[in-house]
T-cell receptor
Framework: AQSVAQPEDQVNVAEGNPLTVKCTYS??????LFWYVQYPNRGLQFLLK??????LVKGSYGFEAEFNKSQTSFHLKKPSALVSDSALYFC?????????FGAGTRLTVKP | DGGITQSPKYLFRKEGQNVTLSCEQN?????MYWYRQDPGQGLRLIYY???????QKGDIAEGYSVSREKKESFPLTVTSAQKNPTAFYLC??????????????FGSGTRLTVV
């Protein structure tokens, strides 16, 4: 079965600094990878996806993610963090008719 | 606007009581999903449905039941057999067969608490 792992429960960065939220995957075949963001007491919102093509994927709110096949990683990045980016971030992978989610990483951006 | 509506936003259940969480979508999506979210555990799949009048168990279906009588509706019943139902429940949908889609569209969730 396909799976993803988010090795960090919590990431703290200062506003204006670059941020990285890590995700590694384990799949058979070509991976279909996603990043979602969740604000308190809300559903998940789509940020970006990798299906095929360029390894650098650009998404919503200035986020981007780099697909690295050799390292089986799909890390989420942003050049300059905002306090409003503070939220829970989920990496996910398509698995037949379902989507498998990581445990989530809580990002805190401090002023 | 198209989207998924979950109700109620907050729900309190007494011991031994069944409760039903509503999920309605007007996106014309074929597939619908129910997830349970607990702190530090991410999302776990309870049930999903690819088509009307058909549904499949997910990873943690015990103590839950669903129905799919209409394309736009996928209610989840938390039965008294579910021993630890306190959690945040998320409903999602997507078009069937569209692997190039934006993944899932999620509702805003229902927070269920046992009192």
């Amino acid at each position: 079965a396909q799976s993803v792992a988010q090795p960090e429960d919590q990431v703290n960065v200062a506003e204006g600094n670059p941020l990285t939220v890590k995700c590694t995957y384990s799949v058979s075949g070509n991976p279909y990878l996603f990043w979602y963001v969740q604000y308190p007491n809300r559903g998940l919102q789509f940020l970006l996806k990798y299906i095929t093509g360029d390894n650098l994927v650009k998404g919503s709110y200035g986020f981007e993610a780099e697909f690295n096949k050799s390292q089986t990683s799909f890390h989420l990045k942003k050049p300059s963090a905002l306090v409003s980016d503070s939220a829970l971030y989920f990496c996910a992978v398509r698995d037949n008719n379902d989507m498998r989610f990581g445990a989530g990483t809580r990002l805190t951006v401090k002023p | 606007d198209g989207g998924i509506t979950q109700s109620p936003k907050y729900l309190f259940r007494k011991e031994g009581q069944n409760v039903t969480l509503s999920c309605e979508q007007n996106l014309n999506h074929d597939a619908m999903y129910w997830y349970r979210q607990d702190p530090g555990q991410g999302l776990r799949l309870i049930y999903y449905s690819q088509i009307v009048n058909d549904f499949q168990k997910g990873d943690i279906a015990e103590g839950y039941s669903v129905s799919r009588e209409k394309k736009e509706s996928f209610p989840l019943t938390v039965t008294s057999a579910q021993k630890n139902p306190t959690a945040f429940y998320l409903c999602a949908s997507k078009p069937v067969g569209d692997i190039q889609s934006y993944g899932y569209t999620f509702g805003s969730g229902t927070r269920l608490t046992v009192v």
